[in-house]
């Protein structure tokens, strides 16, 4: 019965805001990453993981190279804390704040930018919310999705790779096919593309590491000559229009932006038998966002009218 009390009083001066600095850690994998999740300094954060050092008698976590690795014990708290953690926290969050938030913070490519921002306005507008907007251009780079939604630094992001980690949920919103276009004006290049053509020709492609992307380019290469000569390589599709319409270039690129952009630039669509893939497009969130009541809404919005 003392041993009983004597637990029961220890567990009473055990501070809970150490379980957040805890998942925090765990989930950024880093004492840096934790402080700018949680709004607080690199010592504070080593200070708050020592006491958790002392009080369970783990170190918890071990470095391995640039990143912490959780050991055993850390995991299965972290396991065993998390749901309820998490709920606790979105219950506290959706106490204090409106029902509605004044800001959605999107990232995504300039390319999906355009055809989903005006998707969200006319959500708000529907709904007679007022919400900014606030858009976060991606460099089409795996680590800069993941980062962003692990840190909670935003709402949603727009994509090819719908498998950012298990605090993230996700769902397809919708699927592209992809078309050759070059200049309209092009020297050799009228109407068509041929398997012919491919030997003559100079390409630039979208880089980007997603591997979804990747597996699509492999298809592409598939189809087309491994050993093709490119002159352009970037993470905008906009750059890669511009370029097009200035070069003897050829690009591939999804139908929906050609035939939105094909009167501001001076490009043309090339019919071909060569077989390309369909790109599937993802929207992925942090799971904590389901609680909050604009962002359910909105997500069955987008998904209905991609």
């Given at each position: 019965?003392k041993?009983?009390?004597?637990e029961?009083l220890?567990?009473r001066?055990?501070?809970?805001?150490?379980?957040?600095v805890l998942?925090?850690?765990?989930?950024?994998?880093?004492?840096k990453?934790?402080?700018?999740?949680?709004?607080t300094?690199?010592?504070?954060?080593?200070?708050?993981?020592?006491k958790l050092?002392?009080y369970f008698g783990?170190?918890?976590?071990?470095?391995?190279?640039?990143?912490?690795r959780?050991?055993?014990i850390?995991?299965?708290?972290?396991l065993?804390v998390k749901?309820s953690?998490e709920s606790?926290?979105?219950?506290?969050?959706h106490?204090?704040?409106d029902e509605?938030h004044n800001?959605?913070v999107?990232q995504?490519?300039?390319?999906l930018s355009i055809?989903?921002i005006?998707m969200?306005s006319?959500?708000f507008?529907?709904e007679?919310?007022?919400c900014?907007?606030?858009?976060?251009?991606?460099?089409n780079?795996?680590?800069s999705?993941?980062d962003s939604?692990s840190?909670?630094?935003?709402?949603?992001?727009?994509?090819?790779?719908k498998?950012?980690?298990?605090?993230?949920q996700?769902?397809l919103i919708?699927?592209?096919?992809?078309v050759?276009?070059?200049r309209?004006?092009?020297?050799?290049l009228?109407t068509?593309f041929?398997?012919k053509d491919?030997?003559n020709?100079?390409f630039?492609y979208?880089?980007t590491?997603e591997?979804?992307?990747v597996?699509t380019?492999?298809?592409?290469?598939?189809n087309l000559r491994s050993?093709r000569n490119?002159t352009?390589?970037?993470?905008?599709f906009?750059?890669?229009?511009?370029?097009?319409?200035s070069s003897?270039s050829?690009?591939i690129?999804?139908r929906?932006?050609?035939q939105?952009?094909?009167?501001?630039?001076?490009?043309?669509?090339?019919?071909?038998?060569i077989?390309?893939?369909v790109?599937?497009?993802?929207m992925?969130?942090?799971k904590?966002?389901?609680?909050k009541?604009m962002?359910?809404r909105?997500?069955?919005?987008?998904n209905?009218r991609?």
């Amino acid at each position: 019965m003392k041993q009983e009390r004597m637990e029961s009083l220890k567990i009473r001066k055990f501070d809970f805001n150490l379980l957040v600095v805890l998942d925090a850690v765990y989930t950024t994998g880093s004492v840096k990453n934790a402080a700018t999740l949680l709004h607080t300094s690199s010592p504070s954060i080593s200070q708050s993981l020592q006491k958790l050092k002392d009080y369970f008698g783990d170190p918890l976590f071990l470095r391995d190279g640039q990143k912490l690795r959780a050991t055993t014990i850390a995991t299965k708290l972290h396991l065993k804390v998390k749901d309820s953690l998490e709920s606790l926290i979105s219950n506290v969050e959706h106490f204090a704040d409106d029902e509605y938030h004044n800001q959605l913070v999107i990232q995504c490519p300039i390319y999906l930018s355009i055809k989903i921002i005006p998707m969200i306005s006319a959500f708000f507008e529907k709904e007679k919310i007022t919400c900014e907007i606030i858009h976060r251009v991606s460099d089409n780079m795996v680590d800069s999705f993941s980062d962003s939604l692990s840190l909670r630094q935003v709402d949603m992001v727009f994509g090819v790779n719908k498998n950012l980690g298990l605090s993230t949920q996700s769902f397809l919103i919708g699927e592209e096919d992809l078309v050759f276009i070059c200049r309209k004006n092009h020297p050799r290049l009228k109407t068509t593309f041929s398997e012919k053509d491919v030997e003559n020709e100079m390409f630039c492609y979208v880089h980007t590491d997603e591997l979804p992307a990747v597996m699509t380019r492999q298809r592409v290469e598939n189809n087309l000559r491994s050993d093709r000569n490119f002159t352009l390589r970037s993470p905008s599709f906009i750059s890669i229009l511009s370029y097009i319409e200035s070069s003897n270039s050829v690009a591939i690129v999804p139908r929906w932006l050609m035939q939105r952009f094909k009167d501001a630039f001076n490009i043309k669509t090339l019919d071909t038998k060569i077989p390309l893939p369909v790109i599937e497009i993802a929207m992925i969130y942090n799971k904590t966002n389901l609680n909050k009541k604009m962002n359910r809404r909105l997500f069955a919005y987008l998904n209905e009218r991609f």
